[in-house]
C-alpha cells in the first residue's frame, strides 16, 4: 500500500447566505410569473429535485442588479477566491500542514472565468511558495471532483514525499439565466448551489491514520453526449444544457464501467464498503443505485447532501467524501470508491483503500 498516493486531509466551505427551497422557489415565482406559461410546473421541477435549501455567493436581493456576464463573473471572482481560500486553509490544518509545504495545487471549475486564475490569486493571499506548480482545470463540471483527484494521484505518485491540492469552487447561482424558461433551466434554479471543497494527496511516503490511498482510477469516455450536460455560451453568459437523458446514460454504462474496473483490480461490487457518488440529483442517484444494485442506505450521504447544500458540481463528491472521513466509520482495509459523471459524457472512477 505504501507504494500508492494518500489522502491526508479534506475540507469543505460553504457561503454563509442560505436561503431554503420554499424562499427560492418564492423568487422564482416572482421571476417568472409573466414569461412561465406554468408555475405549477415550475414549483413541481423544485420540489422533485428534493433539495431544502442552498447557499448564495450573495445574498438573494443582490442578485437582480446583476444584468450582464461581466457583472456576474466579477463577483464569481471575488466569492470564489473568499471561498476557496477557505477551503484550502481548512484542508491544510486537517492534513497538519503549512502552506509553504504544499508542493502542487489543482484547481476546478465550470462556473466563472479568470486569468490569472483563482489559483494563481491564492499564492500570496494563501502563503503558498513562489515555486507550487498550478493546474487549473475549466470545463468539467460535476465529473472535475472525481477527475480532478484522480490527477492530484497522477501528480504525486512519482514524488514520495509531495504534496498536491484538490480545490474546487463552484458558484452555479451566479450562472443563472434569468431569460431562460426552460425547463433545463428550472430545473437547474431548483437543484444547483455554491459551495468549495479541498482534499489534500499526499505522495506513496505520506500517510495518515484513518485517511485512505488511491489503489488506482479510471476515466471514461462516451462517444456521441456532448449534448448531454454542458453549457452553450451566450451573450448573458453559461446557458445550461442538461438533457433528460442523463439518468439512461447513467443507467447503460456504469455497472459494466465499474465492473471491469473493479475487476482488474480482482474486486467485485460487493467487496466495496463505501460508495462515494456525486450528488447528480435524484434521477441520477436512483439510477446509480439500481444499476449497481447497492444495498438499501449505500449512498445515504449523497441523499443528505443533496437535501443540505444542493449539487455543488465538481465540488458535490468531494462533500460526500469529506463527510465520510468526519464519520469515522472506515476501518483499516474497507475498499471505496468513488465516482462521479459529468459533461463529455464521462465517468470517473477513483478506488480507495483504507
Same mark, same amino acid.
Given at each position: 500500500?505504501?507504494?500508492?498516493?494518500?489522502?491526508?486531509?479534506?475540507?469543505?466551505?460553504?457561503?454563509?447566505?442560505?436561503?431554503?427551497?420554499?424562499?427560492?422557489?418564492?423568487?422564482?415565482?416572482?421571476?417568472?410569473?409573466?414569461?412561465?406559461?406554468?408555475?405549477?410546473? $415550475?414549483?413541481?421541477?423544485?420540489?422533485? *429535485?428534493?433539495?431544502?435549501?442552498?447557499?448564495?455567493? $450573495?445574498?438573494?436581493?443582490? /442578485?437582480?442588479?446583476?444584468?450582464?456576464?461581466?457583472?456576474?463573473?466579477?463577483?464569481?471572482?471575488?466569492?470564489? *477566491?473568499?471561498?476557496?481560500?477557505?477551503?484550502?486553509?481548512?484542508?491544510?490544518?486537517?492534513?497538519?500542514?503549512?502552506?509553504?509545504?504544499?508542493?502542487?495545487?489543482?484547481?476546478?471549475?465550470?462556473?466563472?472565468?479568470?486569468?490569472?486564475?483563482?489559483?494563481?490569486?491564492?499564492?500570496?493571499?494563501?502563503?503558498?511558495?513562489?515555486?507550487?506548480?498550478?493546474?487549473?482545470?475549466?470545463?468539467?463540471? =460535476?465529473?472535475?471532483?472525481?477527475?480532478?483527484?484522480?490527477? =492530484?494521484?497522477? $501528480?504525486?505518485?512519482?514524488?514520495?514525499?509531495?504534496?498536491?491540492?484538490?480545490?474546487?469552487?463552484?458558484?452555479?447561482?451566479?450562472?443563472?439565466?434569468?431569460?431562460?424558461?426552460?425547463?433545463?433551466?428550472?430545473?437547474?434554479?431548483?437543484?444547483?448551489?455554491?459551495?468549495?471543497? =479541498?482534499?489534500?494527496?499526499?505522495?506513496?511516503?505520506?500517510?495518515?491514520?484513518?485517511?485512505?490511498?488511491?489503489?488506482?482510477?479510471?476515466?471514461?469516455? /462516451?462517444?456521441?453526449?456532448?449534448?448531454?450536460?454542458?453549457?452553450?455560451?451566450?451573450?448573458?453568459?453559461?446557458?445550461?444544457?442538461?438533457?433528460?437523458?442523463?439518468?439512461?446514460?447513467?443507467?447503460?454504462?456504469?455497472?459494466?464501467?465499474?465492473?471491469?474496473?473493479?475487476?482488474?483490480?480482482?474486486?467485485?461490487?460487493?467487496?466495496?464498503?463505501?460508495?462515494?457518488?456525486?450528488?447528480?440529483?435524484?434521477?441520477?442517484?436512483?439510477?446509480?443505485?439500481?444499476?449497481?444494485?447497492?444495498?438499501?442506505?449505500?449512498?445515504?450521504?449523497?441523499?443528505?447532501?443533496?437535501?443540505?447544500?444542493?449539487?455543488?458540481?465538481?465540488?458535490?463528491?468531494?462533500?460526500?467524501l469529506d463527510e465520510l472521513l468526519r464519520s469515522g466509520e472506515p476501518r483499516e482495509?474497507?475498499?471505496?470508491?468513488?465516482?462521479?459523471?459529468?459533461?463529455?459524457? =464521462?465517468?470517473?472512477? *477513483?478506488?480507495?483503500?483504507?
Amino acid at each position: 500500500m505504501a507504494s500508492f498516493p494518500a489522502l491526508l486531509g479534506t475540507a469543505r466551505a460553504l457561503p454563509r447566505h442560505f436561503v431554503d427551497q420554499e424562499t427560492l422557489l418564492a423568487a422564482f415565482r416572482k421571476l417568472w410569473a409573466n414569461e412561465h406559461f406554468n408555475l405549477e410546473r $415550475l414549483e413541481q421541477l423544485h420540489r422533485s *429535485v428534493r433539495v431544502g435549501g442552498r447557499h448564495l455567493a $450573495l445574498p438573494i436581493e443582490q /442578485y437582480e442588479g446583476l444584468e450582464s456576464f461581466a457583472a456576474r463573473n466579477a463577483v464569481w471572482i471575488t466569492a470564489a *477566491v473568499d471561498i476557496g481560500e477557505s477551503a484550502l486553509r481548512a484542508a491544510l490544518d486537517a492534513a497538519g500542514l503549512r502552506a509553504d509545504e504544499l508542493d502542487q495545487i489543482a484547481f476546478v471549475t465550470v462556473t466563472g472565468i479568470a486569468t490569472p486564475s483563482v489559483d494563481a490569486r491564492l499564492v500570496e493571499r494563501a502563503g503558498l511558495r513562489r515555486d507550487v506548480k498550478r493546474v487549473p482545470i475549466f470545463g468539467l463540471g =460535476c465529473v472535475a471532483g472525481a477527475a480532478g483527484l484522480a490527477r =492530484c494521484a497522477d $501528480l504525486v505518485r512519482g514524488f514520495e514525499n509531495g504534496t498536491c491540492a484538490l480545490l474546487s469552487v463552484e458558484l452555479c447561482s451566479l450562472t443563472l439565466q434569468r431569460e431562460d424558461v426552460s425547463v433545463a433551466n428550472i430545473i437547474a434554479s431548483g437543484l444547483f448551489g455554491d459551495g468549495a471543497a =479541498c482534499v489534500i494527496v499526499g505522495g506513496p511516503k505520506r500517510s495518515r491514520p484513518g485517511f485512505p490511498r488511491i489503489v488506482a482510477t479510471r476515466s471514461v469516455f /462516451y462517444p456521441g453526449t456532448e449534448r448531454v450536460m454542458g453549457w452553450d455560451v451566450v451573450d448573458s453568459g453559461f446557458k445550461v444544457v442538461l438533457s433528460a437523458a442523463v439518468p439512461a446514460v447513467v443507467r447503460e454504462h456504469i455497472a459494466g464501467d465499474v465492473d471491469a474496473f473493479l475487476g482488474d483490480h480482482g474486486l467485485r461490487r460487493a467487496d466495496v464498503k463505501h460508495f462515494i457518488a456525486h450528488t447528480g440529483g435524484p434521477k441520477v442517484l436512483e439510477a446509480f443505485e439500481e444499476s449497481l444494485q447497492l444495498p438499501a442506505g449505500a449512498l445515504r450521504r449523497s441523499w443528505e447532501s443533496l437535501r443540505r447544500v444542493g449539487n455543488l458540481s465538481s465540488a458535490s463528491v468531494l462533500f460526500v467524501l469529506d463527510e465520510l472521513l468526519r464519520s469515522g466509520e472506515p476501518r483499516e482495509g474497507d475498499v471505496g470508491l468513488l465516482l462521479a459523471m459529468g459533461p463529455g459524457f =464521462c465517468s470517473e472512477l *477513483v478506488l480507495l483503500r483504507w
